[in-house]
């Protein structure tokens, strides 16, 4: 039995192929039936209006064909997930080969109650969409280690932290780059009604410190009350010893905690402006304080990767000096190399998935979709809970296709922000209700550009001998995000009703 469900498994390689080939041929379809939307594109800094027509692309032809093959290499090398993995392996390599992640996590797995550990790791997850998509390729490997130096299951680790980092990414404390973004769209539609409407940076803070917080403790339960008994079990297979803190043990933590610190005052200095000499990795061109961070522009931004590489180097050689487990320059330069090990099927599937994402979305598919359920949401006469709901639906199934929030907003916004003022509901309250609807389903589409780390790191810990196919990573999420969906609508109609602020400066009704 187990043979034939190992043949009938689909490798997920083999998915990823089918995917592209379903692409290609579903664009050539479309095209041929002329399917297409209208909308109005607005302009953030006029604030004018232009009626844009968007029709899928087909590939299924020879300028299709010829696009493929032409822009392959160029859009694998510059995908960004690759390049971000590759550098930040580097980094958690040394940590882990030298000892400090062992120590360290042996220890707070050793002190710490099994939900303590799950609940900060999602939470920390959830929250991580302030520092962008970088949680991705830190938080799933570092998940992974923690498990299993815990003597858990690192797929039950892999699996929450997806949950929490995909759930995240529409909800955060803070206003994060991507919100922003957002805004801008949002006021540029708003002040087409009312010229002296505005917008407040912590106009969300409320109810996104909420649904921070339920989210977090939602995944957690849901991690050990059913996740550990869905997910595939794991054998530890080497009867490791117990870890037995030393001398140099502790001197290790003590010299690399120390480097850490000061490395990382440094940094947080030249980010906080006002000071003498400081603030110098800012972008001074941008308004808000989360821009002058994370815009295009900002020295913090473009180096950010390599900036926690660096401290995770620094954390791994110190430790390393401080334990004498690296002993010289060999050593040292070995470690650097130890998490690249065995990466090839990883790059298989990262290459596959940068194709996968590169011919959706030049087919335009997505676009088209998304503009048709906008036009049929602005078309609407709702109102209250059934708009509220409809704009979540929405965006939950845009989500799908389409994973760019910022791009998503641009065209929901130009056709829901009319309808909700016209409703006596703020902009704002719509585009939290958008953000909260993807939270539902982006965990669940392989046109997200991260998931393929998350299959490759379920691949890598994978003890079956059928291999992890796409629809069983799929299934791991499901319940997440059903569970995590229905929660945070609740809380959207929940918050209308009892009518509080959603922030500061932040309202429900206009």
Same mark, same amino acid.
């Given at each position: 039995?187990?043979?034939?469900?190992?043949?009938?498994?689909?490798?997920?390689?083999?998915?990823? $192929? +089918?995917?592209? /080939? @379903?692409? *290609?041929?579903?664009?050539?379809?479309?095209?041929? !039936?002329?399917?297409?939307? =209208?909308?109005?594109?607005?302009?953030?800094?006029?604030?004018?209006?232009?009626?844009?027509?968007?029709?899928?692309?087909?590939?299924?032809?020879?300028?299709?064909?010829?696009?493929?093959?032409?822009?392959?290499?160029?859009?694998?090398?510059?995908?960004?997930?690759?390049?971000? $993995? +590759?550098?930040? /392996? @580097?980094? *958690?390599?040394?940590?882990?080969?030298?000892?400090? !992640?062992?120590?360290?996590? =042996?220890?707070?797995?050793?002190?710490?109650?099994?939900?303590?550990?799950?609940?900060?790791?999602?939470?920390?997850?959830?929250?991580?969409?302030?520092?962008?998509?970088?949680?991705?390729?830190?938080?799933?490997?570092?998940?992974?280690?923690?498990?299993?130096?815990?003597?858990?299951?690192?797929?039950?680790? @892999?699996?929450?932290?997806?949950?929490?980092?995909?759930?995240?990414?529409?909800?955060?404390?803070?206003?994060?780059?991507?919100?922003?973004?957002?805004?801008?769209?949002?006021?540029?539609?708003?002040?087409?009604?009312?010229?002296?409407?505005?917008?407040?940076?912590?106009?969300?803070?409320?109810?996104?410190?909420?649904?921070?917080?339920?989210?977090?403790?939602?995944?957690?339960?849901?991690?050990?009350? @059913?996740?550990?008994?869905?997910?595939?079990?794991?054998?530890?297979?080497?009867?490791?010893?117990?870890?037995?803190?030393?001398?140099?043990?502790?001197?290790?933590?003590?010299?690399?905690?120390?480097?850490?610190?000061?490395?990382?005052?440094?940094?947080?200095?030249?980010?906080?402006?006002?000071?003498?000499?400081?603030?110098?990795?800012?972008?001074?061109?941008?308004?808000?304080?989360?821009?002058?961070?994370?815009?295009?522009?900002?020295?913090?931004?473009?180096?950010?990767?390599?900036?926690?590489?660096?401290?995770?180097?620094?954390?791994?050689?110190?430790?390393?000096?401080?334990?004498?487990?690296?002993?010289?320059?060999?050593?040292?330069?070995?470690?650097?190399?130890?998490?690249?090990?065995?990466?090839?099927?990883?790059?298989?599937?990262?290459?596959?998935?940068?194709?996968?994402?590169?011919?959706?979305?030049?087919?335009?598919?997505?676009?088209?979709?998304?503009?048709?359920?906008?036009?049929?949401?602005?078309?609407?006469?709702?109102?209250?809970?059934?708009?509220?709901?409809?704009?979540?639906?929405?965006?939950?199934?845009?989500?799908?296709?389409?994973?760019?929030?910022?791009?998503?907003?641009?065209?929901?916004?130009?056709?829901?922000?009319?309808?909700?003022?016209?409703?006596?509901?703020?902009?704002?309250?719509?585009?939290?209700?958008?953000?909260?609807?993807?939270?539902?389903?982006?965990?669940?589409?392989?046109?997200?550009?991260?998931?393929?780390?998350?299959?490759?790191?379920?691949?890598?810990?994978?003890?079956?001998?059928?291999?992890?196919?796409?629809?069983?990573?799929?299934?791991?999420?499901?319940?997440?995000?059903?569970?995590?969906?229905?929660?945070?609508?609740?809380?959207?109609?929940?918050?209308?009703?009892?009518?509080?602020?959603?922030?500061?400066?932040?309202?429900?009704?206009?």
């Amino acid at each position: 039995m187990n043979k034939f469900k190992e043949k009938m498994t689909l490798n997920p390689v083999m998915t990823f $192929l +089918i995917l592209i /080939l @379903i692409t *290609i041929v579903l664009s050539g379809f479309l095209n041929l !039936i002329g399917f297409e939307a =209208t909308y109005n594109k607005i302009d953030v800094a006029t604030g004018e209006l232009t009626a844009t027509s968007e029709s899928v692309y087909s590939l299924f032809s020879l300028s299709g064909i010829k696009y493929i093959f032409s822009s392959t290499v160029s859009n694998f090398t510059s995908f960004t997930p690759l390049s971000m $993995l +590759i550098i930040v /392996l @580097i980094g *958690i390599g040394i940590m882990e080969k030298s000892g400090f !992640i062992k120590t360290t996590f =042996t220890i707070l797995t050793k002190y710490c109650k099994k939900y303590t550990i799950t609940f900060w790791l999602v939470f920390i997850s959830v929250i991580s969409s302030i520092a962008g998509d970088l949680g991705y390729v830190i938080m799933i490997p570092i998940a992974a280690l923690m498990f299993s130096y815990g003597r858990r299951n690192p797929l039950i680790g @892999i699996v929450a932290v997806y949950a929490a980092l995909t759930a995240g990414s529409g909800i955060n404390m803070l206003l994060t780059a991507v919100d922003s973004e957002m805004l801008k769209y949002t006021l540029a539609n708003a002040t087409l009604i009312d010229q002296n409407y505005t917008l407040s940076t912590f106009c969300f803070f409320f109810i996104m410190t909420v649904a921070v917080i339920l989210v977090s403790i939602i995944i957690t339960i849901i991690t050990e009350k @059913i996740s550990v008994n869905n997910v595939d079990k794991y054998e530890f297979k080497d009867d490791r010893k117990e870890l037995r803190l030393g001398k140099r043990e502790y001197r290790g933590l003590i010299f690399s905690i120390t480097a850490g610190a000061l490395y990382l005052l440094i940094f947080i200095y030249n980010i906080i402006p006002g000071l003498p000499f400081s603030g110098n990795l800012l972008d001074y061109s941008q308004e808000f304080y989360i821009d002058k961070l994370f815009s295009f522009d900002s020295f913090f931004s473009n180096g950010f990767v390599f900036i926690v590489t660096m401290l995770f180097v620094i954390l791994g050689l110190f430790y390393g000096i401080g334990a004498k487990t690296i002993k010289n320059n060999n050593d040292f330069c070995e470690d650097l190399t130890h998490s690249l090990d065995g990466t090839g099927r990883t790059l298989i599937l990262i290459f596959l998935g940068s194709v996968l994402i590169n011919v959706f979305k030049k087919s335009n598919i997505g676009t088209v979709l998304t503009i048709t359920l906008a036009n049929f949401i602005g078309n609407s006469s709702f109102s209250g809970i059934v708009l509220i709901v409809a704009l979540f639906i929405i965006s939950a199934i845009s989500t799908i296709v389409l994973t760019g929030s910022t791009s998503k907003w641009a065209i929901i916004s130009t056709t829901t922000i009319p309808l909700f003022m016209n409703s006596s509901l703020s902009p704002e309250f719509a585009q939290v209700i958008v953000r909260f609807g993807e939270c539902m389903t982006i965990g669940l589409t392989p046109l997200l550009a991260y998931f393929t780390i998350y299959i490759a790191y379920l691949e890598k810990y994978n003890q079956q001998e059928s291999p992890i196919s796409l629809f069983r990573t799929l299934k791991y999420q499901i319940v997440y995000s059903v569970i995590v969906g229905l929660v945070l609508l609740a809380l959207l109609i929940g918050w209308y009703l009892i009518g509080i602020p959603i922030g500061i400066n932040g309202f429900i009704a206009t």
